[in-house]
């Protein structure tokens, strides 16, 4: 028995082991299979690596089938609305819209300066009607009855819908305009752009992908040299933070070059921020200033990019999450500052801090997590009508990676309230009312992006 | 032992009619399509891992083939079709990382805990399902889809819009890491 010499890798390893697989598998020609074999007979090491892998296959082969414990067609068929089976095919009246769709963009590209804002709106308008279509077509139904299920999606298609429609012409989403500071424009901007880039996947290349795509162009346009997103400012770290897992969640979707270019240079900045603090906060340089409410976001952000491989980051993650552990009581109330403090109580922290713990573990287990868990718990029980678009993003998000019934129904809850609350008229339908602590500084499309992203 | 197996052309000149019946609006067409799919779309999600939501994801994939119907040419395997909007729906399902670690999680409760328990799995079976678990995502598709969905590399490769190459490359990897994962854990057990 010998090796073909002109096949081996330095490491011992024949060049030809990757046909074992599709050998034994029954995957080659007869012409590959006569190769193969005459090859196998003088390659020891393809004959080991042959017979560890028949015993793998075998192994594996002990998995059995199982049947479906009921028939799932007539579920199946009643989350089907009956108006669907009449439907016909869409290259009749559906290919049509899109055709004059598409024409009406072409005209409205090409058409007078003097009234290219109304253009934008309109094409913006146009855009999102095919969204809501499209809509239709790619939202999952959950799990409870298909009612519901059909509000949300409808609840969610007309929020983007309005969120199209008042995206400025350079890509961004105007704070002041809708009722927020001035310096959250760039953050206002990301939050937008994840509620579109969370309820479609095809975000970046189906109806919605040309006001994603202004939008990420915005940010991009707004990344200083240093890699900060948006102005130098106090709440800087919030404008920094959303706009990085924007591009990162666009990353996700599409591996472009600029979108990982920029966030290389954003993780950099968020790194030097850190500062040796373990945390971020409103200035960089005052331990003092060190906060949750801020530090969740450039946390996710280094934990979504470390998901996504960007390298060297674990270390840091591992220093904040170890911060955010001592900002949480014996009860697993998690606080602002310093241990026991609470001067906008602990929903929304504690909520945030879950998210990232989770996130960054990987699991929902553990005796820290347990226990805010048991706090969100008692938290999303007690809540009324009135919505605090802040707390109940991160409640929701919390609550649905923790899964299970009872975090159902607390989840279906709130997201019952804010379907209940959404806009139907006036000049801004599918929007969200400016009602809680923080409205005042995000404006009605932070209410909106994050009322979007709660009801996923 | 594969799902698809008997799936030959008699049967996909049936799934295109049945297709073709469903686009028409026959709801009795759709059922047999169900019928005839999902025994083997349920045990697709859960040798990916998914055990409490499989019939979920199941039940999320035949609402896509509805929804798609019209996208649906008859040229292409309908199998080809049905397990691209099931990976589709996998990977919808793996994009909240928080979810994926829920699913995780209550896989890990959920298996059952000794030889004779509710599933009347073997030890070998549960080992298997172990190391299947420990592969990456990309691995294991590709391991489940060869091993027990009966898929070639090609019809693989469309699904997942890589070159047929990379199927063998990655199922290469795959087989070595699950050799390497079984031995430990023999190991571990005669120790």
Partial sequence: ?456 | MTDNAGHEPDAEIQDQYLMERVRSGDQDAFAVLIRRHQQSVLNFFRRLGAYSNAEDLAQETFLRVFRYRFKYKPVAKFTTFLYTLARHAWADGLRKAMRHAAIAERVANELPASDDGAMGRTRAAMDAQMALEKLSDKLRVVVVMSMYQGMKYEEIAEILDIPSGTVKSRMFTALNQLKEILDDRSRAKHE
């Fill in chain 1, 1 to 456: 028995m010998t090796d073909h010499g002109q096949n081996m890798s330095e490491a011992g390893v024949c060049s030809r082991g990757l046909d074992i697989a599709p050998y034994l598998q029954g995957q080659m020609s007869p012409n590959e299979l006569t190769l193969f074999e005459g090859h196998l007979k003088t390659c020891a090491s393809c004959q080991t690596r042959v017979v560890a892998f028949r015993k793998v296959i075998t192994q594996l082969k002990q998995i059995p089938t199982e049947a479906p414990i009921r028939d799932m067609a007539p579920d199946i068929i009643a989350r089907i609305p009956e108006r669907e089976w009449s439907r016909s095919s869409p290259s009749g009246g559906f290919m049509l819209f899109l055709r004059l769709a598409a024409l009406f963009l072409c005209v409205a590209g090409v058409g007078l300066l003097a009234v290219h804002m109304r253009s934008a709106r309109q094409s913006g308008i146009a855009a999102t009607a095919i969204a809501q279509e499209w809509k239709h077509a790619q939202v999952a139904p959950a799990k409870n009855d298909g009612q519901e299920t059909g509000e949300k999606t409808q609840a969610v298609a007309t929020a983007l819908e309005w969120l199209a429609s008042t995206q400025e012409t350079d890509g961004n989403w105007d704070a002041e305009k809708w009722g927020a500071e001035q310096q959250y424009t760039v953050g206002i901007t990301a939050l937008s752009l994840l509620a579109f880039i969370d309820s479609d996947r095809h975000a970046l290349d189906g109806p919605n992908a040309a006001t994603v795509s202004r939008g990420l162009n915005y940010l991009m346009t707004r990344q200083s040299e240093q890699g900060r997103f948006g102005p130098e400012c106090k709440e800087q770290m919030y404008n920094h933070g959303i706009a990085t897992l924007a591009l990162l969640e666009a990353y996700a979707l599409k591996k472009d070059d600029a979108f990982k270019q920029a966030i290389g240079r954003a993780i950099q900045f968020t790194c030097k921020q850190q500062n040796g603090a373990d945390s971020w906060g409103y200035e960089q340089s005052a331990v003092r200033s060190l906060n949750t409410s801020v530090t969740v976001w450039p946390l996710q952000a280094l934990i979504r990019a470390d998901s996504l491989g960007f390298p060297g980051l674990k270390p840091v993650i591992k220093r904040s999450i170890f911060w955010l552990k001592t900002m949480t009581s014996p009860d697993g109330e998690v606080a602002y500052s310093k241990p026991g403090e609470f001067p906008d109580g602990y929903d929304a922290l504690t909520a945030a801090g879950v998210v990232c713990l989770v996130k960054s573990q990987g699991r929902v287990s553990g005796g820290d997590t347990e226990k805010m868990l048991a706090v969100l718990h008692k938290s999303a029980d007690e809540q009324g009508e009135s919505i605090n678009y802040y707390s109940w993003y991160f409640l929701t998000q919390a609550l649905q990676g923790e899964g299970g019934e009872q975090s159902d129904k607390l989840v279906t809850r709130l997201q019952r309230t804010l379907l209940a609350k959404q806009t139907r008229s006036g000049p801004c339908p599918g929007s969200w009312d400016l009602s809680d602590q923080w409205s005042a500084s995000g404006g009605r499309v932070y209410t909106t992006a994050m009322s979007v992203l709660s009801l996923q």
